[in-house]
């Protein structure tokens, strides 16, 4: 059975328990082989991640640039296992508790003046998605790197300066 099959019976499979994002995560982020799945972005937010992935750093956390697949200025990745930046992500679903309404500081950190919506992933690792801002990004870090919020404070200066905050 060829590892792409294996990927869509996963995902079939997972998509009562878990997100289709969380799949993605586990499915492509978790094997180090680089695979990771594009955002379907809109033209804004895709014109937004452009800038965003031109002032992207070489290093984050101290790990080093690497290639993924399929190439696209909608991710980066760094290190292996890796560390993975999606830019046009949609919206999270995250709900304030008792409620049914989306709350962009629910379970949020500053980092270096970038709201992050924080959320622990199941296996391990946390995925970061930026709040307030026109074009969701989203950083998964593998439990490898702990305290896994370090990447955001090599990564705050390129999202301030190319993604506007909402007004």
């Known amino acids: 059975?060829?590892?792409?099959?294996?990927?869509?019976?996963?995902?079939?499979?997972?998509?009562?328990?878990?997100?289709?994002?969380?799949v993605y995560v586990f499915a492509y982020h978790g094997t180090g082989d680089g695979r990771v799945a594009v955002p379907a972005a809109s033209a804004k937010a895709s014109a937004i991640c452009?800038?965003?992935?031109?002032?992207?750093?070489?290093?984050?956390?101290?790990?080093?640039?690497?290639?993924?697949?399929?190439?696209?200025r909608l991710t980066?990745?760094?290190?292996?296992?890796?560390?993975?930046?999606?830019?046009?992500?949609?919206?999270?679903?995250?709900?304030?508790?008792?409620?049914?309404?989306?709350?962009?500081?629910?379970?949020?950190?500053?980092?270096?003046?970038?709201s992050w919506l924080v959320q622990q992933l199941e296996g391990g690792g946390y995925r970061f998605t930026t709040t307030g801002r026109t074009a969701f990004v989203e950083v998964t870090v593998p439990t490898e790197y702990a305290p896994e919020v370090n990447p955001l404070t090599d990564l705050a200066a390129a999202v301030k300066?190319?993604?506007p905050t909402e007004l």
Not at 62 to 71: H, I, Q, T
Not at 77 to 105: A, H, M, Q
């Open 161 to 163: 300066r190319t993604v």
């Open 1 to 22: 059975m060829s590892s792409r099959r294996r990927v869509v019976l996963l995902s079939v499979s997972a998509v009562a328990c878990l997100s289709a994002t969380a």
């Open 76 to 114: 980066a990745g760094w290190g292996d296992p890796t560390v993975v930046l999606r830019c046009g992500v949609p919206r999270p679903e995250v709900l304030t508790p008792g409620s049914k309404t989306y709350n962009p500081t629910s379970d949020a950190a500053d980092v270096n003046g970038v």
């Open 50 to 72: 452009g800038r965003l992935h031109a002032s992207l750093p070489a290093k984050v956390d101290g790990l080093s640039r690497r290639a993924l697949e399929p190439a696209s």
